[in-house]
């Protein structure tokens, strides 16, 4: 098991402190809600989605620098980008922090979301690195609310 | 009974938990999470693998000399607890899985039996949820409603308007002891007494008083009783309600089975009297072995030199940690045992955690199963250290160490 105190590299420690794209679209065409029961990780995303590509993306809410940082980085990576490109980013995410997938040569799309692998070494808090991403699946295929239960 | 003695010699009490000499992340394991479950001690474990190695059958069934063994060593255990709890009679000593399934067969035997559509029951604002969800569940199944004795900013109970909230519909009253989120000894005595003036029982959950405090039931006069083994350095699977024996003997039993029967046929059943009659099936055997030796295992140390020790290092970690910038105590009530739940500005319970974790440091982050506690103090979740009678200065030392670091890191 690597040491906890290694997942929390600057990169993680400064979008904890000032979040990107932080707030809420208003108009959006799509919105999910995010809950991590067990951390009470509370996430709110909104999305302007236009000729298949995710125009402009938001997150709100409250939870730890993991969970925190998490949809951060995700809001840059996936702005500009195909909503299918998004979902493969998505899938690949989740893959690296459970282990499944070699960021060395599995993850291409995740670029400097690498940087999260270490969660997979902490198990407990796998939840609050997938919950932003869990989220925006949900809001793009319609569904009001994800949960990492 | 204790009297006056030498301190704890809490390097020979280290002797007896091989766990306290493990290493993570390259550092010895400072283990204050008692509050979660306690560590066992060598003579408890050693207790157990005798019964499984030597003694092990079923108890209560046949005639063997093995079986007979089992049994006494069964019962004996029973009367350690009796003995512990200051109870009248082993047969007012009920075994469980734990705290959660004594409150559970309280609310649906005792409480199925009283509380009626319409009916109240109360609870204190500082419950865990083992004694929030069972009432919930019983309250909807009979259309009685759940009232709360409110708390202050501190975490000490507001007892001005509990006359007022006890009505003629009150059917019983749910109290922790201790919190397991602030720490607050409960003045459990004095309610017990103005709850009882108005003809209304009390169940008290004792999972996080036994461990520092001596508990004396009939002194508290409690109607129930509910502790864990877990918790007072025995097994986890086995625990222990006291009920006053003219409740029990009222009850009707709540799950059915071999050895809760006195005779079965297919026109009729008749059951045990208490405490069988609530104990269908084979019960955890070496557990609860394992819990009469646990309670000999303190009583030899002594509750009241435990307390005195534990006390002084709760002092100690209050006085360090709360000099610390942005970190705020929750549960500063003036009577606290062991627990110290605590937050730090801009740093999320669960980092610090994680964070405390790298430094070996293994204490709670979370709710605490007790989140009415968060909604009233408007946090997530905290970060929890408790004590034990095996902890010492110089581990307080390295939780203030790692929670400097890990304000330093976040800033």
């Not at chain 1, 709100?60 to 493969?88: N, W, Y």
Request: aromatic letters at 6%; hydrophobic letters at 40%.
């Amino acid at each position: 098991m690597s040491d906890p105190r290694e997942l929390y590299q600057q990169v993680i420690l400064e979008h904890n402190r000032k979040p990107r794209n932080f707030g809420k679209l208003e108009p959006c065409t799509h919105h999910a809600e995010g809950h991590n029961p067990l951390c009470g990780d509370q996430l709110e995303l909104t999305l302007v989605v236009e000729d298949g590509l995710v125009q402009d993306v938001k997150f709100q809410g409250s939870g730890c620098a993991i969970d925190v940082s998490s949809a951060s980085l995700m809001t840059q990576a996936v702005k500009g980008r195909p909503v299918a490109e998004a979902e493969a980013m998505a899938e690949q995410f989740r893959g690296m922090v459970r282990g499944e997938l070699d960021p060395a040569t599995q993850t291409p799309l995740l670029g400097k979301l690498i940087l999260f692998q270490g969660v997979k070494d902490i198990p407990s808090r796998v939840k609050c690195a997938v919950l932003p991403w869990a989220t925006l699946h949900a809001a793009l295929k319609g569904e009001e609310e994800a949960s990492t239960e | 009974m204790t009297t006056t003695r030498q301190p704890l010699d809490v390097q020979a009490i280290r002797k007896d938990f091989p766990l306290l000499s493990r290493v993570f992340h390259g550092k010895p394991v400072v283990y204050l999470d008692s509050a979660v479950s306690g560590q066992m001690p060598l003579p408890v474990i050693e207790r157990m693998l005798h019964y499984e190695r030597e003694e092990h059958t079923n108890v209560h069934r046949g005639v063997s000399t093995l079986s007979q063994e089992a049994t006494d060593r069964y019962e004996e255990a029973r009367e350690k607890v009796r003995g512990f709890l200051g109870a009248a009679s082993a047969r007012e000593i009920i075994w469980t899985r734990g705290t959660t399934e004594a409150l559970n067969l309280v609310a649906q035997s005792f409480g199925r039996m009283v509380v009626k559509e319409g009916d109240e029951i109360l609870l204190s604002a500082m419950e865990h949820h083992a004694n929030i969800v069972p009432w919930q569940m019983l309250a909807q199944e009979k259309g009685a409603t759940i009232k709360v004795i409110p708390m202050n900013d501190a975490g000490e109970l507001i007892l001005d308007g509990l006359d007022d909230l006890i009505t003629e519909r009150t059917k019983i009253l749910g109290l922790v002891h201790v919190s397991n989120v602030l720490g607050t000894v409960n003045p459990v005595k004095e309610i017990i007494a103005r709850t009882h003036a108005k003809g209304v029982p009390v169940v008290v959950d004792g999972a996080q008083a036994v461990p520092h405090l001596a508990v004396d039931v009939r002194d508290l006069d409690a109607d129930f009783y509910a502790f864990s083994g877990h918790k007072l350095s025995g097994p986890t699977g086995i625990g222990v309600l006291y009920g006053k024996l003219a409740h029990l003997e009222a009850m009707p039993p709540w799950q059915g089975g071999g050895s809760m029967i006195r005779s079965v046929s297919w026109e009729k059943t008749t059951y045990m009297p208490a405490p069988g009659k609530f104990e269908a099936g084979t019960p955890p055997i070496a557990a609860a072995i394992g819990l009469g030796a646990a309670i000999d295992y303190v009583q030899a140390l002594g509750l009241d030199r435990i307390a005195a020790h534990e006390h002084e290092l709760l002092t100690y970690a209050t006085e360090r940690l709360e000099r610390l910038p942005g970190l705020r105590i929750l549960g500063t009530a003036k009577n606290k045992a062991s627990v110290l739940s605590f937050v730090v500005d801009g740093i999320h319970p669960h980092d610090l955690g994680s964070l405390l974790d790298g430094e070996g440091v293994v204490v709670r982050a979370g709710h605490h199963c007790a989140q009415p506690v968060m909604t009233r103090f408007n946090v997530p979740a905290t970060t929890r250290a408790s004590f034990a009678y095996f902890n010492t200065r110089e581990e307080v030392d390295v939780l203030v160490s790692a929670v400097v670091k890990a304000i330093e890191l976040f800033k």
